[in-house]
Every structure is written in C-alpha cells, then in structure tokens.
C-alpha cells in the first residue's frame, strides 16, 4: 500500500534508556490482563482508549436515531414513528451526542491520552480518578440510554428540558428520571476530569515545558477543563433542583408554588454555552495540530491562537442568554455584543489556520482533508451564528430550521476534526495506520454529506419551518427540501459505515513506526504505542515543536521572520524572565 | 507557576468586570450570582498559585533553559492497577439508580461506595500497587 | 498576502498579485450588480408587518456581510490548498508570526462587530418598542392551542390543534400583544411577521406589531410543549380597520351577550362549542 505510507521521515526506534521519569520504570508492567486489566487499569492510556471507544459507539446510536428523524421527516405525514416517539428520538439523539459523544470523545478520548504525552507527562495527575470519571461516564450512557426500556419510554422533553415541560405533571415515568440520573453520572465525569487536565498540565510538564511552548491542542485542553469546572457544577446543581422539583415537592421552577421557569433555561444555559466551548476547542486544537503538521510548519501566530482560547473561554460566559433572546425577559443588547464579540477570536483562528497552511507543504492525508473541510463547514456554522447573537434576526428564525442548521454545521465541523484527530493520532495509540484510500473516500462523503445535509435546513428554517416537529402537514412544499436533507444524512451515515468497515479492514495491517507524519509535538518523540508511562527519554525542549527540532534542528521556527539566535551548542538562545 | 496564576487571575478579573456590567444593568439575579461564583472560582486558585509563584524558585517545567535532567527524580506515585475506582463507580451508579427505581437502591450503592473509599484510602497509605 | 519573502522584484509581483485579487472580489460584485439592482433576498422574506421589513433588511444586510467574509475566507482556503500542495521533500519556510498582519485580522473583525451590533439595535428598538395603542389583544397559548381575547370588547378566539383558530387583527395600527401560557412554555411564531416570542407561565410578555398588509398569515408553536406540539397551529387574519370594528362589534348583540354570559359561567369546554361561528374551522389545511 503505497497509498497508505509515503512519510518523508523515518526515525529509529529511540533505545531503551535507564534515563526514566520515574524511579520504577519498568519495561513491561506486569499485572492483570484482559477484563480484569480493563477494570482495574489507571493507565490514561488505556481509559482513554476506552473512553475513545465507548464515545464512538454512542455517535453511532446517535446517529442512528438522527437517520430515524430524517426518514420520518422525508414526507410531511410521515408515519415511521408516532408523535410521542419522534419526541422521544430527537431528545435522545440531542442528548447522547451532546453530553455522550461530542464531549466525552474530546476531553475524556483523545485529550486523556494524548495531553499528558504531549507535555511529557508519565500520566494523569490523578490516575484513580480518571478511572473513576470512565465509570461514571459509562454508567452514565447506560443509565439514560436504558430509558428506551423503561414503561413511559426515554425522556422526551428535549435534550434542553425546559421546564415545566421537564415536571413531573408533563413528563411521568421513569425515563425523564434516568435521563437526570444519567446527566449527573456523566457530569461528574466531566467535573472530574476536568480538574485531571488542568492539574496535570499545571504539574506534571516535563523539564523546560513551559506553559508558552505547550501544543495548541494542550492549551485548548487546558481551558477547555477550566471551562467544565466553570460550567458543569451549575448543570448539577440545576439537575438536582429539577429532581426536586419532579419528587421532593418543591417549587422552584413551577409557577404554582411562586417558582420561576425561566430560572431553569438561565441555570441550563450558563452551563450550555460554555458547553459549546467545551465541546468546540478541543476540536479547534485536533484542527490546529492536524494543520501544522501536514503543512509542515510551525502554527501561524501561536500566541494569538493562545490568546484566542482564552478570550473565548472569557467571553463564553457572557453568552449564555442568546439563547434565551426570545423569552422576552433577558437584556438584549448585553448578550448581543458579547455573543458578536466571540466571533473576532474565532475569525482569528480561522485567519491562524490560513496563515499555518500558508506557503506550507500541503500533505492531504484523511487527517488534513477533514481539517480542511473542518475548516470550511465550521466557517458556514460560523457565519450563521453571527445571524442568531443579532436578538431582531434570532426573533425571526429562533426554533426553526435555521438554527437547527446552524449548529449542525458546527457540530459536523467538530465530527471531521474528530474523525482527522482519529486519522491522525490513531497511529500513536495503536501503533498501526488506517487505510488511507477508504478514510479519503469516507472524508467525501461526510463532507458532501454534511453540506446537503445542512443546506436545505438553513432554507427550510427561513421559510418557517419550527424545529421538533414531526409531521407538517400543512406544508408539503417542505418535502422537496427536507428530502435533500434526507439524502445529505444518508450520506453522512455512510461515512460512518466506511469509518467502521476501515477500522475492520485496516486491523493490525499497516504499522505506522513512531513518527508516520513527520509531526511536531512530544508524543511523536515515543514509541506508537508509547510504553507504559509514556516515555523512554525526552528530547530538550526548546520550543513548542521538541519533535521537529530534534529531527530537523536546521529548521527551526523563525520568529518575527528573525532567525534565532544560536548558543554554542546550537540550541536556540533564551531569555529568561 | 505565574503563567497559570496569571491566566486564572486575569479570566476572574474580566468575570467581574463583566459582571458588574451585567448585573448592574440587568439587575437579573440568577446570571449574576453565578457569573460572580465564575470569579471567585478563578480567584481561588488563581491567588494560591500567584501567592505561590511569588515564593518559590522556578520549577524546571517553568524554566526555558530546564535540561532533562534537572527534572529527574521522586515525582509522584502513579498506581499501576487499583479495583477501587471501578468499584466507587458503580456504588455512584446505584445510587444513581436508587433515584429513580427506589431507596432500597442505596444499599448496595452506598455499600460499594463506603468500601470502595476505604479500599482507596488503604490502597493511598500503601503507596498504590505499583 | 504575506510581505517580508518577497523575491527581489517583489514590487511588481506585488501589482500582479493586487491585480488578481482585484478581479477576484469584482467578479462577484459584477455579478450581483448585473442581477439587477435589489439586493438579493437570502431566502428571507419581506413580511406583512413594519418591523418585519426592517429585519428584513437586517437579514440582507447580514447576508452581504457574511457572503463576502465567507467568500473571501474560502478563496483564501482554496487559494492556499490549491498552490500549496506537497511538491516533494522540500521543507518550507518556518515562518510563524507576522504581528501587523495578526493585528489586522483582529481589529477589522472587531469594528465589523461594531458595525452588526449598531444596525442591530436600531432595528430591535424599533422592534421591541411598545408605544400606546388603541387596541390590545390578549394571547394566552395552553396545550395544545391558543385563546385570544380582545380586553374591554367581547370578543374572544379560540381553537385547539386541528381547528386552527384565526386571530383577527386591523391592519395599520399599532396592536398590542400581552403573550401568556397556562402551562407549558410555548413559542408564538408567525412567520410572515418575521417573529416570535415564547410565552412563558407566570410572565406576561408584551409586544407590539404593527400590521401592514392585509392577508392571512399562518402561525405556529415553535417551542416543544409536548405531544401535540406538531399540530400547534394557529392563523392570524389582518382586515382592515372598518372590518375589524364590525367584527369586533358583531360580539356585542344582545344573543351572542347572553351566550357569552352563558358560557363564561360554565366550563371552558362547552366555551369553545360557541366559538366556531367566528372563524375557526376543523378543517385540516392551511
């Protein structure tokens, strides 16, 4: 398969060094192995891995619910499902790729393996509770997907619950109640994990690994956990309150006993917009590595980069009431300029992403081509939220299509970041590459998928049509688009068939060596798979691309079009602060 | 350690400027109080670190010029393998359950729970087993 | 786009280079004059309301921006895919800042921000103005219907999921709306008014819509209440002011009084069998 391997660079195997992080190094680490191993592990590795996995599976279900919606809406009486299990369908699918998929796969997935590597670290600051965030995330996904067998069936009040939708006189049955119960399971997964990344990336970075030269991916990750302890205690605590609400008697999101609805869409929505954040840069860090290596240059203007994480993690909590703007009881022009206001650091990025590929090598890998079309269907996602942070055009397309459209664009931007960050570091977690021609030919088909997938929603919205609605009887000229539609999720799901039929076909075929990519960053420095504890020696670290200087120590990053200055032994000169 | 404290202080300090805007303009209780929280959680961690940063000498990860094996050394117990966490994940998981199906739930669920602190507790004194 | 690797005869490939992205952003421009001189509608609609026009033209000129940011965005991409593909084992120049140019594409965004967010409020001041007016009407929205009623006449609309109540409005005046809900949050969405509001238990949400051209415009419950929230629909008829006074006044004879009597002492159920006569049908079609 010349097809699948063609990297410019090959290193030796680094040997085996006694020079070890930790004073018990060993080679091999002798303990339990097959499920037992699974359950007792504290490897990050190997939670990561599994947290990888699970996370996949639920995209999975989630998108087959997602296809059950689509064929249900491919005709404007559609019968598939009834009224009370199409609500029960859109629900789950928001519910399970929201709080299981997207975000699991990025901060529980690739960062738990990928952020301690990636500053030298020989694992989590807390290995037990990283284990323990993998069982609650878990018995997490069990608990709310196990709503489907219950009497009254899975909840159904969206994945927003609004209340006093989400009460007990609206919404009976135990489904609603395994849908809280499996939202604090999973939120407490985030809570805890959150607090692992920042502590290790505070703690636990190898010698010369300043905060400034850490990857891009690892700062997202960074304020990405600052954002989860920021945001989930308050989806918690607004959870507990709706379950007292639901059995304890209280009234505290009920008109009758002098409670306030609205409390809840604030409480709900502080938390869900960081959320957005914290779905979203991770995946803007899996783009921003993906596209600095296969253009084999340094990250255009790294520090803005850094700069722009932080600012959206600053602004993202001053977001929270756009989606509110048609309660009529939230300050419009507030919300609206800092809602505005996110766009310039995204713009930012956008422009850093350009500037990386700029006068680069382009290699279009499956990896690279899903950062590009990252790229693109994030900038269309983009653009149409800058519409909804204006409350005068949110008025005129909230809850309808539109807005459906809209954040589907995002979220499939972040499903192609996730699939490139699979191509890309795949290698390094396994040890062996996926076959490049199927992931080229799945790249397609979710890139056209997605875009006439979306394309007839963005229409549909503008002519009117609500979201969550299951039949539209009164409007069967929407049938024409809606099939479009229709046939763009098709698509997609096929995309995700060829993802899984590659995984299959490319199984222990195609060994990667430690450093497929020609890549940057200090996890490309260990061997694929790295050994337990991560490494046998580090390289010094003199910039935030260790890897690349060690291989190329002629090409260093040019800084302000300035060559470095060089000490003796050739490493770049630093003043220290 | 003052890049970390900085990046904390400096997200607390814009919450509360922010906040105060906010809260004096919309005079919206809920969005205030928690975006105030929102500071104090950054000022909390932020101030330790920047009380901190202030007292200690640079640690090698702070150091541009750090060479490998300046860091060398004891940095910390990485337990190997440990049962407990599976096992406080399904105490969680029962309690969780008990919720929903019923209080006799909180029996194994506060049991496995109970032991599985204790377990982890023993399993920390003995320095993890490996 | 980038100055400081500029070839020794960088002025002239400079021009050549500004010539090129001229002809790249005139193209489109052409095009979109040539189409003739409105501006495109996005999709979007005009409306039958005052404000709804204004939105409108809110919404073109948000296209326009967005069209040409997006456009220029993707020609950069496509730009750099195209001319910057892998050639073979050659590592490029590692250049990795270029701070005027970062600060470029920092502050134009923010005054462009500025920009949306002043056309922004102009038109949501206009929009959520609430100036006196003669006529209000009262919509309570329930599962799974709408109630308006018309406070200080006797006049009342009501219809559940299939019958479709149609609220009348006079067109060219300034209408009052006090939105409310008896249960679950619900949205009050019409789309040729280019609007919607959630009406909220326990808070009475006001508004004011000043209808323009006369017509029937469809409307809908945007916000999911529940089971029937597919079926939600309701229908807003604008007729002009003398038609409005004589509907209005067709619930004050001394008959329709004293059933209106009647009925508002009996159960809500047994109101809604009088209502028919005044519009709502159980016919299920637009």
Known sequence: MTDVLDPPVQLPPPPPSHEMLEEHGHDEHHGPTGILKWITTTDHKIIGLSYTVTSVIMMIIGGAFAEIIRAQLASPNGTLVSLSQYNELFTMHGSVMIYLFVGPFAFGGLANIMVPIQIGAPDMAYPRLNALSYWLYLTGAITMLSGFFTAGGAANFGWVAYAPLSNSVNTPGSGADLWIGGLLLTGFSAIFTGVNICATVFYLRAPGMTMFRMPIFTWNMLVTGILILLAFPVLTAGLIMLYCDRHFGTHIFSVQGGGVPVLWQHIFWFWGHPEVYILALPFFGMATEIIAVFSRKPVFGYKGMVFATLTIAALSLGVWAHHMFTTGVVLLPFFSIMSLLIAVPTGIKIFNWIGTMWRGEIWFSTAMLMAIGFLITFLIGGLTGIYLASPPLDFFTHDTYFVVAHFHSVVMALLMAAMGGLYYWGPKITGYLLNERIGKMQFWFLFIGTQIFTFPLYVLGLEGMPRRVAIYPHDPQWKTLNDWSTFGAILIGISTILFVVNVAVSWKKYPSGDNPWDAQTLEWFTTSPPPHHNFYRLPQIRSERPTWDHNHPEHRSLTHGKHPELTEDGLEKVHSS | ?130 | ?286
């Open chain 2, 1 to 130: 350690m003052k890049v970390e404290a900085k990046v904390l202080l400096y997200l607390g300090l814009f919450f509360g400027i922010m906040n105060a805007v906010y809260w004096n303009w919309s005079l919206e209780n809920a969005g205030g109080v928690m975006m105030f929280a929102g500071m104090l959680l950054c000022f909390l961690p932020g101030s330790y670190y920047y009380f901190w940063s202030r007292r200690m000498k640079a640690r090698p990860e702070d150091d541009p010029n750090a060479t490998q094996t300046s860091g060398a050394g004891f940095i910390g117990t990485f337990p190997g393998t440990s049962i407990w966490p599976f096992t406080l994940g399904m105490g969680a998981f029962f309690v969780v359950l008990a919720l929903v199906f019923g209080i006799w739930f909180l029996i194994p669920g506060l049991g496995l729970a109970v032991w599985a602190l204790f377990g982890a507790t023993a399993e920390g004194r003995r320095g993890g087993t490996h």
């Open chain 3, 1 to 286: 786009m980038q100055t400081p690797a500029l070839p020794p005869q960088g002025a002239t490939v400079r021009a050549r280079r500004w010539r090129h992205l001229r002809r790249a952003v005139a193209l489109p421009l052409a095009a979109l004059a040539l189409s003739g001189c409105t501006i495109p509608s996005f999709y979007a609609s005009e409306g039958a309301t005052s404000s709804s026009k204004s939105v409108y033209h809110l919404w073109q000129w948000f296209s326009i921006g967005a069209v040409i940011i997006g456009g220029f965005v993707c020609i950069l991409v496509a730009y750099a895919v195209l001319r910057y593909r892998r050639k073979g084992d050659h590592i490029p120049r590692q250049s990795q800042y270029q701070l005027p140019l970062e600060l470029a594409y920092t502050i134009v965004p923010i005054l462009i921000v500025f920009g949306l967010f002043a056309a922004t409020l102009v038109v949501e001041n206009k929009e959520t103005a609430n100036p006196a007016t003669k006529v209000t009407i009262n919509v309570n929205a329930f599962q799974w219907g709408w109630k308006f009623t018309y406070p200080g006449t006797n006049a009342f609309v009501y219809g559940q999921t299939t019958q479709n109540p149609e609220m009348i409005m006079p067109a060219g005046e300034n209408v009052h709306f006090n939105l409310t809900s008896s249960d679950v949050i619900h949205g009050f969405y019409v789309h040729d008014f280019n609007f919607s509001r959630y009406a909220l238990p326990g808070v009475r949400n006001e508004f004011t819509i000043l209808a323009q051209n006369e017509g029937t415009y469809f409307g809908q419950c945007t916000q999911l209440c529940g089971l029937y929230h597919s079926l939600m629909y309701f229908r807003v008829k604008v007729v002009s002011q003398s038609q409005y006074a004589a509907w209005i006044a067709s619930f004050n004879n001394p008959a329709d009084e004293a059933a209106a009597k009647a009925a508002a002492k009996t159960t809500y159920q047994q109101t809604s069998s009088v209502v028919p006569t005044h519009g709502s049908t159980t016919k299920f079609g637009r």
